[in-house]
């Protein structure tokens, strides 16, 4: 007798919830891609993208997911035979220093693991080892979502500094703009790429490259850059036609408008960073009443480097997979599986993960559920544990907003 009847909920790290309001902005007949609305409101999306970023600098927008945010992010600053200095902290680091080598970009890669963030000091020495200038862009992943673990951004722009290095500073932000901070000017990230399924709570299909002056003028000295990723016309674009580079993805757009009008004009990009900053807190204030040598951890230890997107954590297998399919099964919550968490897909260490998405569209009635039902589960399932995690976590709403 399954009790999972009601509205379920996707806590996966992305695609995240989304709003009824995005939803119902999408459900219309299609409109018009000459003429009408369509050319306006999708202007209308540039600056209110670029708040989101903080950045006075240019956004092309594409019809793909993360992935190609990636292929096309690279695809006008690099060239084969280019040097990119990778920094991975988890499997989507990885997953981006590979599509550069298959796009023919020499890359070396600082494997920073999957329990920490970048080491500035190493990312130092590199850079400073690199007395020919081959380097061209340090790629960086601000929230790896695999291991939840958040990057210092601005930390890394000091470094670029202080050596004197020219290199782009390139930043996926997918799993975490409107979620986490970002200051794309003023932490002085040269290209931010991101897409429309995590913080944008929009659903997945489109993917966006910020890029700042400089970047431009290394594109514009690239001897060639493939047509359809090119975001030059995409960013500044003659006609309608440009912008996408074919058909506009006209139900994403008025998605992304309601999606936008919540984030930037309702609730503020600020104070979501400021509710995702509490919504996390009650999180781990469960896991850390919940922890036990046989039970559920953390992965990221110091808090301060915790993103505010997503929490990955690990049970000793199989009770990591018993939980989500309880969750899944008897609450109703589809909770996220772990990714890359060891080398082989059979290492028990893998299957010992999972991931909770709080991204977007949550508040605390959804999270304080999540939690709750974990915590029926832990006791269902026999999970040693310290009861009370749920009340802990409903401190922490109570502490703010008292
Ligand atoms: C989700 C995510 C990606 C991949 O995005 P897709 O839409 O699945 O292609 C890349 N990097 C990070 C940090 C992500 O969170």
Redesign the pocket.
């Known amino acids: 007798m399954p009790l999972a009847h009601g509205r379920p909920y996707l806590a996966i ?2 695609p995240s919830v989304a709003p009824d309001r995005v939803l119902q902005a999408m459900h219309r007949p299609s409109p018009n891609i000459y003429a009408g609305e369509l050319p306006d409101l999708t202007a209308s999306l540039v600056p209110d993208l670029k708040a989101v970023a903080k950045t006075n600098g240019h956004v092309a927008m594409y019809i ?7 292929e096309a992010s690279l695809a006008n600053v690099l060239a084969p035979g280019d040097l990119a200095l990778a920094l991975p902290t988890g499997r ?1 680091g990885h ?2 220093a590979e599509m550069a080598r298959r796009i023919g970009i020499e890359v070396d890669v600082i494997d920073f693991g999957n329990h920490a963030d970048v080491d500035l000091d190493r990312v130092e020495a590199a850079l400073r080892a690199d007395t020919e200038g081959r380097i061209k862009a340090v790629l960086a ?5 695999s291991t939840s673990v958040k990057n210092d951004i601005a930390g890394l722009r000091q470094v670029l500094d202080a050596v004197g290095h020219d290199a782009l500073l390139m930043v ?5 703009l409107g979620v986490d901070e970002m200051q794309m000017d003023a932490w002085g990230v040269d290209i931010c790429v991101t ?1 429309s ?2 913080g944008l709570m929009t659903p ?1 299909g489109m ?1 966006f490259v910020f890029f700042n002056d400089k970047a431009a003028q290394v594109r514009a000295k690239m001897e060639r850059v493939s047509s359809y990723w090119d975001w030059t016309p995409r960013a500044h674009p003659e006609e309608f036609f440009q912008y996408f580079f074919g058909t506009a993805p006209t139900h994403h757009i008025y998605g992304l408008r309601e999606a936008l009008n919540m984030l930037v004009h309702e609730e503020g990009v600020e104070a979501a960073w400021t509710r995702h900053a509490v919504l996390a807190r009650a999180v781990w204030a469960a896991f850390d009443v919940w922890a036990h040598p046989q039970g559920l951890a953390l992965n990221i230890k110091d808090p301060a480097k915790r993103s505010n997107a ?1 929490t990955s954590a690990s049970a000793p297998a199989p009770k990591a997979t018993e939980l989500r399919e309880f969750m899944e099964r008897e609450i109703g919550v589809t909770l996220g599986i772990g990714i890359g968490m060891a080398a082989g897909a059979h290492d028990p260490a893998w299957h010992g993960y999972f991931r909770i998405g709080h991204m977007g569209h949550v508040n605390p009635h959804m999270l304080l559920g999540v939690l709750g039902g974990m915590e029926a589960g832990l006791q269902a399932l026999a999970i040693p544990h310290q009861p009370g995690g749920v009340s802990a976590a409903a401190s922490v709403i109570a502490e703010a907003t008292a």
């Open positions: 790290p992305g793909g997911n993360g992935h190609a945010a990636w989507f997953g981006w992943v601000q929230v790896d979502t996926d932000s997918i799993a975490c897409g399924q995590k997945p993917a997503v």
